[in-house]
């Protein structure tokens, strides 16, 4: 029930409406360059992650999305997933420490402490202030991080609170909303010199330097 989209008219899957077709023809440029391109190269984009067969298409006149059996998904699934699946296994949306552990114990290879960029429950922890606690209860498990990282200096923080890696959401879906492939790559560049210019004022010269607040040693 996200109520800025109900206020501005977003639903998924999409409905052809007015107030759509009237965004479709003031944007021109994304139509043909993003929306067209898209579907001549692929074919209509569908939701992928739903099922686990392919989801509806983008535009669907009476598809809903599937939002039964939320409580039917348990530690046991994990463990029966990683029972069968032979890669690398993650679970996404951590935010205690009891859960992190559950993941570890179930032989999950990484957690992605999450709150979904505080889309889901907007009253939910900040994921940076359960990072540490959770970084120090998982030594062994690859600890991963997203949810407000917006700047280079956000970006070392969560390095220097326990992430391994930290991932990066709607700046790049503006970028792309914005200026397409380009300007994805304009943000990507903004946030690398961010975390240059970081490390040079914090003094160090790795980003995990960042974690241990070890001084860069003189040269000789
Ligand atoms: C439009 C949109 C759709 C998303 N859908 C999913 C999803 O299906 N599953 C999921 O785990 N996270 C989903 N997320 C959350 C992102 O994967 C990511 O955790 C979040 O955007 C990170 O926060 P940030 O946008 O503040 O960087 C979605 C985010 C956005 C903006």
């Not at 380009?182 to 003094?203: C, F």
Request: glycine share 10%; aromatic share 6%.
């Amino acid at each position: 029930n996200r109520e800025n989209n109900a206020r501005n008219g977003f639903d998924a899957p999409l409905k052809m409406t007015p107030q759509l077709a009237w965004q479709g023809l003031t944007h021109p440029r994304w139509v043909l360059g993003t929306l067209a391109r898209e579907i001549a190269a692929r074919g209509m984009p569908h939701f992928e992650n739903m099922e686990s067969v392919q989801g509806p298409p983008l535009f669907s006149r009476d598809l809903v999305r599937s939002k039964i059996a939320r409580d039917e998904l348990g530690w046991d699934h994990i463990r029966f997933i990683r029972d069968i699946w032979p890669g690398k296994l993650v679970v996404k949306g951590i935010l205690d420490v009891a859960d992190a552990r559950l993941a570890a114990d179930a032989g999950c290879d990484g957690v992605i402490v999450s709150n979904h960029g505080g889309r889901q429950l907007d009253g939910v922890v900040s994921p940076l202030a359960v990072l540490p606690e959770i970084r120090a209860a998982l030594p062994e498990t690859v600890v991963m991080f997203d949810s407000g990282v917006r700047r280079g200096t956000d970006v070392l923080k969560a390095i220097m609170l326990g992430a391994d890696f930290v991932f990066v959401g709607r700046p790049f879906l503006y970028a792309a909303a914005v200026h397409g492939a380009p300007g994805v790559v304009h943000a990507a560049n903004l946030l690398r010199d961010e975390i240059d210019r970081d490390m040079a004022l914090l003094g160090i010269t790795t980003p995990l330097a960042a974690r241990d607040h070890s001084p860069v040693p003189l040269p000789g």
